[in-house]
């Protein structure tokens, strides 16, 4: 029961994500589109969560927990930074779309993007995944994608022209606008953030391996509590995949 409700919510996670990527293509340029770090993770999301919908009669190995754990780390973020903090920035247009009475497909996209996705892929996440099976080094490697992006934001706004449109996609990340200084503590900040989500994932992950091994003999054995002689069978690795 709980595969098969860990799927649907794969399944759910992957509809979501491709369903707003293709709604904000059709909105604007694939070039200004995909340089969101939204746009990426729910790429990310789509791709990492459709094996167990693709093969749902078969048992992993699909992903490696570092893996999924990471892009899950990047979509929560992209929920949180948007609820806490972007969503007053599509007010105006949220509300001009009501008084008319027509679909904002871009308030569409960014729910789906922002909201659905998140929720389901950690749902789906915590159904689905093998756990404790996460460790400190692989929390430290989730931070490389998000230091990646920042390099390549500042380069592509350094490369297009001044006044371009969305030459930065996010105003906390406006150097135009703010200078250096400003986007550097704003970058810290968001530095904090994912350290926080990682060391929160990890914590989930062994919260769940304590919780789950307790009642599933099988996980105890991929956790460790049993006989060695145990902790591998038919030759198939224990533990190290993301979906059972």
Do not use: K
């Amino acid at each position: 029961m709980r595969r098969r409700v860990g799927v649907g919510f794969s399944a759910i996670a992957c509809a979501a994500a491709v369903t707003g990527v293709v709604i904000a293509l059709a909105e604007g340029s694939a070039h200004r589109v995909l340089a969101y770090f939204t746009i990426q993770s729910n790429i990310l999301v789509a791709v990492t969560f459709a094996p167990p919908v693709l093969r749902v009669r078969a048992r992993g190995p699909w992903w490696e927990p570092r893996f999924a754990g990471g892009v899950l780390l990047a979509v929560l973020v992209t929920g949180l930074v948007y609820h806490l903090y972007l969503y007053e920035f599509g007010a105006e247009e949220r509300g001009g779309a009501i008084a008319t009475g027509s679909v904002d497909w871009r308030t569409v996209s960014c729910q789906l993007l922002h909201t659905v996705t998140p929720i389901s892929a950690t749902v789906a996440w915590a159904l689905l995944t093998t756990p404790g099976g996460l460790r400190p080094r692989h929390a430290a490697q989730w931070l490389l994608y998000p230091f990646a992006y920042l390099m390549f934001t500042l380069l592509r706004g350094e490369l297009l022209e001044p006044g371009a449109r969305a030459r930065y996609p996010y105003p906390v990340l406006d150097v135009a606008r703010y200078g250096y200084a400003v986007v550097l503590g704003n970058s810290l900040l968001f530095a904090l953030a994912f350290s926080t989500g990682a060391l929160a994932i990890l914590a989930v992950d062994g919260l769940l391996g304590r919780l789950r091994g307790a009642c599933d003999p099988q996980v105890r054995l991929r956790l460790g509590d049993g006989p060695p002689r145990r902790l591998e069978q038919d030759g198939q690795s224990t533990g190290r995949n993301l979906f059972e």
